[in-house]
Nanobody
Framework: QVQLVESGGGLVQTGGSLRLSCVTS????????MAWFRQAPGKERDIVAA????????YYADSVKGRFTISRDNSKNTMYLQMNSLKPEDTAVYFC??????????????????WGQGTQVTVSS
């Protein structure tokens, strides 16, 4: 059974930074394309960023391009999301996702084989 555990969320002021981490257990993370999604109250869960199995390809939602950076260290079964220049509209629960499907990450918008429990990110104005 694959488990994903996020950490690193919290409360930060506008313009601040946070780094989220997601640790995979149960199976090596290299078997999965991975992504960060977020869900604000009353809204759908949207993809924020995705990364290919070997880390060679990445995808970012337009709303976070130039501010967020996704990366992974398969030797540690860990994925990261560095979030800079945070805005109040970035406030949401952030979820880690691991997916075994093969299509390119640029086509990934919804769904995943596995989800983490989520970590709250709150950006105050």
């Amino acid at each position: 059974q694959v488990q994903l555990v996020e950490s690193g969320g919290g409360l930060v002021q506008t313009g601040g930074s946070l780094r989220l981490s997601c640790v995979t257990s149960g199976r090596s993370s290299i078997n999965y394309r991975m992504a960060w999604f977020r869900q604000a109250p009353g809204k759908e869960r949207d993809i924020v960023a995705a990364i290919s199995r070997n880390g060679g390809a990445t995808y970012y939602a337009d709303s976070v391009k130039g501010r967020f950076t996704i990366s992974r260290d398969n030797s540690k079964n860990t994925m990261y999301l560095q979030m800079n220049s945070l805005k109040p509209e970035d406030t949401a629960v952030y979820f880690c996702a691991a997916d075994s499907r093969l299509p390119p990450i640029t086509t990934w918008r919804t769904g995943s084989d596995y989800w983490g429990q989520g970590t709250q990110v709150t950006v105050s104005s």
